[in-house]
């Protein structure tokens, strides 16, 4: 077994990534306080062509060489809009169709695994601060949340991880079981 080589992994150009064909998720987050966690989230977003980024709050955007460190040039790759409150970018999605879900521990929350997508959906992930979480008044506007399973002792993951958990279990679920 060999290591591939860079110029051997199919990469797509600038140019062409802007012509693929998106996942229809939006990204949105709430106050994130976390720059290397920002940068992670351009690159995971990148990584599985999510159509769009939105910053909100005291949640840094770029140009930042913070955010660089960790999203390598994807922050250049993914549109990503900013919104002084998380609420704006919420109902704006909504008008424009997109379910929205927080990603969050409440009551009736949906647990990752049985969360199901329907026909044409298009869906929005609001990923809260990483000390207090989603605001409740943001989870309030929110169509329902989604709770990725945990059985430790701590009961939390790093937002950039909670990220990549959902994004990729979404993105499965929007090609591979359509």
């Known amino acids: 077994m060999r290591k591939l080589r860079t110029h051997e992994l199919g990469r797509i150009s600038a140019e062409e990534y802007k012509q693929t064909e998106k996942t229809p998720i939006v ?5 994130i306080r976390s720059c290397n966690n920002i940068g992670s989230v351009f690159r995971t977003s990148d990584a599985l062509l999510i159509e769009a980024v939105h910053l909100c709050g005291i949640t840094a955007t770029p140009p930042n060489k913070e955010i660089h460190k960790t999203a390598l040039d994807a922050e250049k790759s993914v549109p990503w809009s900013y919104y002084e409150k998380t609420e704006d970018s919420v109902a704006l999605l909504k008008e424009q169709g997109y379910r ?3 990603i969050e521990q ?3 929350s949906i647990m990752l695994p049985d969360f199901e997508l329907n026909e ?4 929005a992930l609001v990923f809260g ?7 409740q008044q943001v989870v309030d506007l929110c169509d329902g949340a989604i709770e990725i399973p945990q059985f430790g002792i701590k009961h939390s993951f ?3 991880v909670s990220a990549g958990i959902v994004l990729w279990d979404l993105f499965k679920k929007f090609r591979y079981n359509s």
């Open 106 to 108: 409440v009551e009736h």
């Open 100 to 102: 929205v879900f927080a």
């Open 129 to 135: 601060n990483e000390v207090k979480g989603v605001q």
């Open 120 to 123: 044409n959906d298009r869906i």
């Open 27 to 31: 990204v949105v987050l709430d106050n």
């Open 158 to 160: 790093n937002i950039s």
